[in-house]
């Protein structure tokens, strides 16, 4: 008898990939990505995600205020939207419930939310109530819009493209730290900074959708597994390996401040950590410089070239400052729902 | 400090859709209904439903096959499609699930909703994988396609139409009873009905398809809750009141014989037991008599008139055979997630 704690998450969603047909001509992405591409009667086509919050495995219910929570669940999946340059539109919530919750934890949930997802010009459109016995649980189903000559997957890069990332990695993970160990003697700064991060994160919807505009992108993902996992399903999607150079892995001084006082290396932080909601990306090396330019211009966010890709599907190598290989394969860390640790 | 068990499920959702604002114009149908319609850039509206199987709540894991809860979690989602007269056309599956559960358990319950949803020609899509600590948790989105000028909806019952309920009413809560209570000395035969009508419920989606084609129809909802909490929401939505007639219910011989040993009313059942997952609606008197010969020459199905719509909008009374009105008001029982008993 096999346990799906053997199999793990990526090895389970293979095996039911296997199982289902061939999806039909309507079905453009199917099962294997965050998003599913749908094409219906009118030009445009939809995007589906769906994305859930567990107590006890995605947040513990006395270290998040209702309202955060509220926020973090929208943006999750907004984020997983914007990393196909798509535009949100409606959401469906279903929640779980313990009875014995109190009404202002709902009312504190829905006020959150309600905000990120006005943030991102969508409404919360319908849904379903039910009840648990004891473990909160939100599953959140966001449905977009994108013009079909324009949505970025995870399939497109090639050989020779440069790999980049928005913003910084490693914050979420380093807040995460910070809301588990509140002793932590990290700066008031950086205590607000990384928590926030970890708590409320913002997803990169307008870059996500210059990106796309842009028409130079070649694939793109978000960075929720962690940069080492999620290069890796941009790789398996294109039939490419990855290099990533540590020393260009872009860190606060906040967050390395934290992992310091931490005992750890920013750079597992900012590879592993996972629940940044960046984008990571891949352009060819002529463009990468006029893409940088155009998203801070348009957007105000900078991004950093972290590596190349190489033709040979050898997984995601990690380079350290000195030019040796500290990782690779094609098994890197990352956020497995069902891995042992 | 009100807890949701005060609320209950339906005060929480009106509490939630006051919270809310007002949707945007392409939002045709809302919070408040099972099913979301939605205007996309194409000539169909999207329909959009989302519906969880909760451990402990909807099922216990030992008295359903993993095949039978994955083909009853599509069901419950096709059928609400089906009240709309719409099609069904792809779902995402988000699975909350326990480390230590067996791979073959999910092989079986995707197997279960694979047979499902292609006697629905849908397809699934997509989904998310979750750990729990312990309850099961599957939340199906269900996306679907209608022609808007034919789409029923709750809103549009009159005083004086007749209420039609396809089917039969109680033989799932009957099964219920059969599953909890193996020991009941009912027939083999009506085991086995009772028992495939409670776990591999068959939505009704020619039957609502074609209901929703002849033009006929006012207003429609699946009975998932009850006959008697089912029109409640046709008749909040309509602002108008109902009579059901107790001696018009159309109950099986088997849920009969199954109530009778189970020392209980089969009315009650087929009122309140809810999981029919038939089709309710109305009509004018003088189109229900071609209605229903429609009906049973198009797709075989039998529907019984049970009552009718009356203009004020006093709730549901429940009229006994001789005449007597035992029950009503506007809080008529019913499936209530955070009820008390």
């Known amino acids: 008898m096999m346990k799906v704690s053997d199999l ?80 949100p539109a409606w959401a469906l919530v279903s929640l779980a419930l313990p009875p014995d919750i109190d009404v202002s934890f709902v009312d504190g949930l829905y006020a959150g939310m309600q905000e990120q997802i006005g943030l991102a010009g969508a409404a919360i459109v319908g849904g379903n109530l039910s009840r648990t016995q004891s473990e909160l649980v939100i599953d959140l189903c966001l449905l977009g819009r994108a013009d079909p000559s324009r949505i970025l997957l995870r399939s497109g890069a090639r050989a020779g493209d440069l790999i980049l990332v928005t913003g910084v990695l490693g914050d979420s993970r380093a807040g995460l730290e910070i809301v588990l160990r509140p002793e932590l003697p990290v700066s008031e700064d950086a205590r607000k900074r990384l928590s926030e991060r970890h708590l409320t994160p913002q997803p990169r919807l307008a870059e996500g959708q210059a990106l796309a505009r842009c028409g130079k992108v070649h694939a793109m993902v978000d960075v929720s597994d ?63 410089g006029e893409i940088r330019k155009m998203l801070e211009e348009e957007t105000g966010t900078r991004c950093s070239v972290v590596g190349k890709i190489v033709g040979e599907a050898t997984g995601v190598q990690i380079v350290g400052s000195g030019g040796e290989k500290i990782a690779g394969g094609s098994g890197p860390g990352g956020w497995d729902h069902f891995a042992g640790s």
């Not at 293979?14 to 599913?36: C, E, H, K, Q, Y």
């Not at 940069?227 to 020393?247: F, Q, R, Y």
């Not at 909601?277 to 060819?284: D, G, R, V």
């Open 226 to 288: 962690g940069l080492a996992a999620d290069m890796g399903h941009i790789c398996d999607a294109s039939g490419v390996g990855a290099e990533i150079h540590e020393s260009e892995l872009p860190i606060s001084a906040a967050c390395r401040d934290a992992a310091l006082l931490a005992g750890v290396d920013a750079s597992h932080w900012a590879l592993q950590g996972g629940e940044d909601y960046e984008l990571l990306f891949t352009a060819a090396p002529g463009d990468a």
């Open 8 to 87: 793990g998450e990526f090895g389970l969603i293979g095996r039911i990939a296997r199982f289902l047909p061939s999806p039909s001509s309507d079905v453009l992405v199917g099962i294997g990505d965050d998003v599913a591409v749908l094409r219906t009667s009118g030009e445009e086509v939809l995007l589906a995600t769906c994305d859930a919050q567990v107590e006890n495995v995605h947040f513990i219910r006395d270290r998040i205020a209702p309202y955060q929570l509220g926020r973090k669940t929208i943006a999750i999946n907004v984020s997983d939207i914007a990393a196909m340059g798509g535009t």
